[in-house]
């Protein structure tokens, strides 16, 4: 009877050991089925835009139009994607960050079906505006989905992934796009995001069915939000036309200025600002999105730099220039998950210090460049680079991220995107106007840019590491 009741018992305790694999396995699953599923809003927004980047030549000649006027596919979807991104996030927050993503993709979707079927390029010009504000919805989310979504202890991990998913996107853009051009026209450069938006809903519609998302009451701050995204639409409409003369190229600047204004004064006054005003007191958020918006800053220049001089000094192939340029989000994409894993086990600190440190480094190495420097020490200095992006980017989205509370992990992940996106448009327009002026003075520009870039990601490490000090500084004395 004894020895009847011990097998019994042991029966059991393997049963149950069974089950708890089971389970494991199960949650597993369920965590990478919401890390890929999130992952696809931020893959879709970096692959669309490498392609464009290839696609605007092409589009040029088949529509038998100036370049420039294209380029406006590529203006107009980065100005509704970050004067809308906000809203979103707010939205969000309020209805649930699952079912503003999946609206996104279904927006998106929509968006390039009606891009590839253009007949005109002004109808290509809006549909890509309606596909920015498809993607406004997409990178509004996908980090919050993350942090929402996963608990705590594997969430350096998913962001990690996340960064991976990022940088692939902006590895096989170009080749993408090429590739699309090549052999099967232009119009499938928009139809090719339809498989992958279909894969993300069916993600989705099966998240939703077994995740129950928290969500908050937070007013939507409508006139915060429409004040905002006036601003940030004047700024980056002036950064792109910096050409026109005058007062007419002084005019967005100065709605600009009027609308940041009067959000500041709205916003002080209403009991729930988009961003809590309490946070612009806390290094823990100021730091990480000034960080931010140096990595966009800095990123822009290590991608338009060596295209300027390669193609334009050295007279490089395209092809050859395409390939040198994808040594730094290739980079991007070896270290996140490495990244990931070191927030996960050791905190932040370590991955954003040596990233930054490492991003110092190249950057600073490439300031002394030389005409007789092959393009493979440019693509090994920008594949240094991207090591150093990989190790930070995880790391500080999971800084900006942990700053607020779950109600506003929409919001928040919004605000990191965008001013992100102001940080590219700035290092673009600064890289364009400084080569512009100083075309003729062979490699000064191009080391002027990248020392300027050094000494922005230099501040930001020495910004970081003080913050960081004082914090240890603070524990040590309690």
């Given amino acids: 009877m004894l020895q009847s009741h011990k097998i019994k018992k042991k029966v059991g305790e393997v049963n149950m050991q069974g089950l708890t694999a089971v389970n494991q396995q199960h949650t597993t699953a369920r965590y990478w089925a919401i890390i890929v599923t999130a992952g696809v809003g931020f893959f879709l927004s970096t692959l669309d835009t490498g392609i464009m980047n290839v696609a605007l030549p092409t589009l040029g000649q088949t529509f038998h139009i100036n370049v420039n006027v294209v380029a406006w596919t590529v203006t107009l979807y980065l100005l509704s994607l970050s004067s809308t991104i906000i809203v979103f996030g707010r939205i969000s927050d309020r209805v ?216 334009g000094v050295t007279h490089l192939m395209p092809w050859q220039v395409g390939l040198v340029n994808l040594a730094a989000p290739l980079g991007l994409v070896m270290l996140s998950g490495l990244s990931g894993k070191l927030v996960g086990s050791y905190g ?59 109600e506003l992990q929409g919001t928040i992940g919004s605000v990191q995107r965008m001013v992100h996106n102001i940080g590219l448009a700035v290092g673009t327009s600064t890289a364009a106007l400084m080569i512009r002026l100083n075309s003729n003075s062979g490699l000064l520009a191009f080391r002027e840019l990248w020392i300027l870039a050094a000494c922005t990601v230099l501040l930001a490490l020495l910004a970081m590491a003080s913050l960081h000090l004082f914090h240890w500084y603070c524990s040590r004395k309690i």
């Avoid at 932040?348 to 190495?365: E, K, N, R, V």
């Avoid at 420097?373 to 680079?385: D, K, N, V």
């Fill in 348 to 406: 932040i600190i370590p991955s954003t210090l040596s990233g930054l440190g490492i991003m110092c480094i190249a950057l600073f190495t490439l300031s002394t460049m030389q005409l007789d420097w092959h393009s493979i020490t440019f693509g090994a200095l920008l594949l240094f680079y991207g090591f150093g992006a990989g190790l930070f980017i995880p790391a500080n989205l999971a800084a900006i991220m942990g700053s607020v509370g779950l």
């Fill in 96 to 311: 649930g960050r699952m079912k503003v993503y999946s609206m996104g993709l279904a927006v998106f979707a929509i968006a390039s079906i009606l891009c590839g079927s253009a007949l005109s390029v002004p109808q290509l010009i809006l549909f890509r505006g309606l596909q920015g504000i498809g993607a406004a919805m997409l990178q509004a989310t996908s980090a919050a989905i993350i942090t929402t979504c996963i608990p705590k202890e594997r969430q350096g991990a998913a962001l990690g992934t996340l960064g991976m998913i990022l940088g692939l996107g902006n590895v096989l853009g170009p080749s993408a796009g090429g590739l699309l051009l090549s052999f099967v026209g232009w119009r499938w450069i928009f139809w090719i995001n339809i498989p992958i938006c279909a894969m993300g809903l069916w993600g989705c519609y099966r998240i939703i069915r077994v995740t129950k998302e928290e969500v908050s009451r937070v007013p939507l701050n409508l006139v915060g939000n429409f004040l905002l995204g006036i601003a940030i639409f004047s700024l980056l409409y002036g950064l792109s036309a910096d050409s026109l003369p005058g007062f007419p190229g002084m005019l967005p600047y100065c709605f600009f200025t009027l609308a940041l204004i009067g959000y500041i004064m709205w916003d002080t006054r209403v009991t729930n600002p988009i961003v809590p005003l309490s946070l612009f007191r806390s290094g823990a958020f100021v730091v990480p999105i000034l960080s931010q918006v140096v990595l966009g800053f800095a990123t822009a220049i290590a991608f338009i730099v060596p295209a300027y001089y390669l193609e």
